[in-house]
C-alpha cells in the first residue's frame, strides 16, 4: 500500500473502517476523493453527508487541486504516450500513428461492422515489442456479449508469426454479467494491473448491459449517472497505467426521440465527452470496413478503409 493510502486515515472522520471503505470504492488518492462530491462519496463509502464535506475538504488540503503547470511540462509528459499498431497502416495513419495510451478510443457501428476484430486484433498486437508498434504488456477484456474468441486470437497470432499460447496466456478475460458486475470487473482491473504489467483494457460491449437494464426516460438519469462513473474508472485505469483503452459501442436501431438518429452511439453524451477518440465502423465489399475518426481533441476528421480477413486487420 502506497504512502498516500495509508494517509487516508489521517483525514478527519476517516478511521480505519471508513479508510477501508474509501479504498474498496476506488478511492485510494487524495485528488481521487478531493475532486468527488460529497453526495456521491457518502453513497458510495455509506458515510454521512456532513462527513463527507469534511472528508473531502481535508483532501482538498493534502491534494494539489487546481495546480497550474506550463505547455512545456505537459508536452514532456505527452512523451511518455505509447502508440499501438492496428496492424493497418491506413488505419495507424488515421489514429496519428495508432491508438494512443492514456485515451479512451470508442469504436461503434451496426453488428458486423468489425468492432470486435479491431479489439481483438489489438489484443494481440499490444503484445509485440514497441520497435514492431506494440507496447509489449498484457490484456485485460471485459466481455459483455460472449465475443472473445480464444480461436481468432490463435488466427490473428499465427498470422504475426506470434506463439499463440504465448499471446492467449498474456490476455485476462472476464465475462459480465450485468452492468453492475460490469463495473466491479473494470475496478477489479487494477488488482490485476498490480501483478501483471497491462498495456490494453477492452470492453465489448460497453453500453450493452446499461441499455438492456435501464428502460425508459425514468431511468435515464440513473443510467446515465453510472455509466458516467463506469467511463472514468476507464480513463483513470489508461492514466495510471499509460494504457490504451478500447470500448465498442452499439448504435441505436431506429430513430427515435429517445436514441436520436440510426448512427448515434449510445450513451449520448457521457460517453461522447469522456471517450478521447471516437472511430465510426461500417461495411464495405468485400471483407472491407470503413473507419471515420469522427472524435479527437488534435487530428482531423477523416476515413481510412481496412481489410478484415482469417489473418485479422489489414489494408
Known amino acids: 500500500m502506497s504512502d498516500e493510502e495509508n494517509g487516508i486515515e489521517k483525514l478527519p472522520g476517516v478511521g480505519p473502517a471508513t479508510a477501508d471503505k474509501l479504498r474498496d470504492a476506488g478511492y485510494t488518492t487524495m485528488m481521487s476523493i478531493a475532486v468527488e462530491s460529497p453526495k456521491s462519496l457518502a453513497e458510495l463509502c455509506d458515510i454521512g453527508e456532513a462527513v463527507a464535506i469534511k472528508v ?25 504516450i505509447g502508440k499501438l499498431t492496428t496492424c493497418s497502416k491506413a488505419l495507424d495513419s488515421l489514429m496519428g500513428g495508432g491508438f494512443e495510451s492514456q485515451a479512451i478510443t470508442e469504436l461503434f457501428g451496426e453488428f458486423g461492422s468489425g468492432k470486435t476484430q479491431i479489439a481483438h486484433q489489438c489484443a494481440v498486437s499490444v503484445q509485440m515489442k514497441e520497435k514492431d508498434g506494440g507496447l509489449d504488456g498484457d490484456v485485460v477484456m471485459i466481455d459483455t456479449e460472449n465475443t472473445f474468441r480464444p480461436e481468432r486470437i490463435a488466427q490473428m497470432a499465427e498470422a504475426l508469426d506470434l506463439n499463440v499460447k504465448d499471446i492467449l496466456s498474456r490476455i485476462h478475460v472476464a465475462r459480465a454479467y450485468n452492468s453492475h458486475h460490469q463495473m466491479l470487473l473494470a475496478e477489479k482491473a487494477r488488482d490485476i494491473a498490480e501483478d501483471h504489467d497491462v498495456k490494453l483494457l477492452i470492453v465489448d460491449s460497453l453500453t450493452s448491459h446499461f441499455r438492456a437494464e435501464y428502460v425508459g426516460r425514468g431511468t435515464l438519469a440513473d443510467r446515465q449517472q453510472k455509466l458516467n462513473k463506469h467511463m472514468h474508472d476507464l480513463l483513470r485505469f489508461g492514466d495510471i497505467n499509460n494504457a490504451v483503452v478500447i470500448v465498442t459501442n452499439q448504435v441505436s436501431a431506429k430513430p427515435d426521440a429517445f436514441f436520436g438518429d440510426p448512427t448515434r452511439p449510445i450513451g449520448g453524451h457521457i460517453v461522447g465527452h469522456t471517450a478521447t477518440f471516437r472511430l465510426y465502423l461500417r461495411k464495405s465489399k468485400a471483407g472491407k470496413r470503413i473507419v471515420r475518426l469522427i472524435d479527437s481533441p488534435n487530428l482531423p476528421e477523416a476515413e481510412a478503409v481496412v481489410l478484415i480477413d482469417e489473418k485479422g486487420v489489414r489494408d
Not at 473531502?56 to 511518455?80: N, S
Open 56 to 80: 473531502i475538504a481535508a483532501a482538498k488540503k493534502e491534494a494539489d487541486v487546481g495546480g497550474f503547470e506550463t505547455g512545456d511540462v505537459v508536452l514532456e509528459r505527452r512523451q511518455k
